[in-house]
């Protein structure tokens, strides 16, 4: 060996001629290795990121339907809040129903509630909500009923202006509108009063906010003058109710059709 | 019987939509009435007697969850059924527009119907309510229409999938 190391000359080619006829076969071989090497790698890898991916994906969905959930735990325990805060405010019984559907027709304003005769509903009842007044109760099934909303065609109301104490009857407009009829010209009224209920009908209690006038339109000759107002309560957007359930309204029911009510629907009144 | 059973399931089903679904989309004031592109079906492709005792039914079921005491969808939706079976085969309902334009027309017509019913029957007047028919009813019976060959669509291919039976009238 020593020799040879020594005497390098003859030896040197042959070397240099094998190394570089065998390099790039290493070089292959290397490149192959590594490559599949890599790609192992990266799979598996991969195969993991993927899994922890979808596995991340999945933690994310569920947070953000529980985070949904909660959300709508929170809104729902607000407006449920709101309207027990309102129901012991006003001095009738009342009856909470949830609104679970809305009129199938166009021409039409009313929603379906899911309560209905033997929860201690009646036709006629007055329907409110902590914003002000809903409607009445149009139809009646055991355990459903229908409200005609205030914004229908069919609906009125006797109510007077806040501010004068002019008295009118709140008729529907469809489409989230009502007007004032037999509002007397000589009545001061002025857009952006506001409009309660007199009471006098016997359904709704006395001043329950119907809502506020956006239009007058006093002509220069006739008795009456013409307002449009706005209902107070979004009626588009109801989804918790409630309906006042007068101890008169029973008695003048059962001359025509006797119906059983429930106790334990009925709330009695908080102090 | 099974196919009536079927479509009175569907009619439940598209009169619940109706009520719950469609009050819910961004234009509130514009919906479209799928009840009455499913009673145009009918009056298309079932036979007279249960297409128009459902449209009755279906009608009746309106009136019912609606606060109109008159029971006016339950004449004009039994009206339409008849009127649609009298057009059924002699209209060439293939391609898209010609479903638009029928149901277009047919949801205009059921409009105008209502109107004037509305008029006749209330003891008060309902003030200006024809306004009401450029400003709302022509738009949202342009939508009913506008949908309505993709429910006809819908509705073939479920009718031909559950009984291999091909909606007269409409093809796909």
Known sequence: ?271 | MKRALFSLVLGIFFLALQATLTPSLPIQRIRPDIVLILVLYWGLSTSPVSGGILSFFLGFLMDLFSGNSFGLYTFSRSLLFCLAQLFKGRLYLESLLSQFLFVFLFALFEGLLILILLSALNPAPLGNLSSLFFTFFLPQSFLTGLISPLLFLLLNKVTLFLFEQHGMGIRE
């Not at chain 1, 060996?1 to 080619?13: E, H």
């Not at chain 1, 979808?54 to 607000?78: G, I, P, R, S, T």
């Not at chain 1, 007199?198 to 007058?216: A, H, Q």
């Open chain 1, 1 to 271: 060996m020593s020799l040879r190391v020594k005497q390098r000359k003859g030896v040197d080619f042959f070397d240099a001629l094998l190394m570089e006829l065998i390099s790039p076969f290493q070089k292959a071989s290397t490149f192959v290795v590594k490559t599949v090497h890599g790609v192992f790698q990266n799979y598996i890898i991969l195969v993991h990121l993927q899994k922890e991916n979808v596995m991340l994906k999945q933690k994310m969905a569920e947070l953000q339907q529980e985070n949904f959930q909660l959300k709508e735990m929170a809104y729902a325990n607000e407006r449920l809040r709101r309207l027990l805060a309102f129901r012991e405010k006003i001095s009738s019984s009342v009856i909470a129903a949830e609104v679970i559907g809305q009129d199938p027709s166009s021409w039409f304003k009313s929603v379906t509630l899911n309560k209905g005769e033997r929860n201690g509903v009646r036709k006629g009842m007055a329907v409110i909500s902590p914003e002000g007044v809903v409607g009445q109760i149009l139809k009646t099934s055991p355990y459903h009923s229908t409200v005609l909303l205030i914004t229908d065609y069919n609906s009125a109301i006797d109510a007077l202006v806040q501010r004068t104490r002019a008295k009118a009857i709140v008729e529907g407009k469809g489409e989230n509108r009502c007007q004032l009829k037999y509002l007397l010209r000589s009545d001061d009224v002025i857009v952006g009063d506001m409009v309660v209920t007199s009471g006098l009908g016997g359904n709704f209690p006395k001043g329950v906010t119907v809502g506020e006038i956006r239009r007058v339109d006093k002509k220069e000759y006739g008795i009456f003058q013409y307002a449009e107002l706005v209902p107070s309560v979004d009626l588009t957007k109801l989804e918790e109710v409630l309906v006042i359930a007068e101890s008169s309204l029973p008695k003048r029911e059962d001359k025509g059709k006797k119906m059983k009510r429930s106790p334990r629907a009925v709330a009695p009144k908080k102090k």
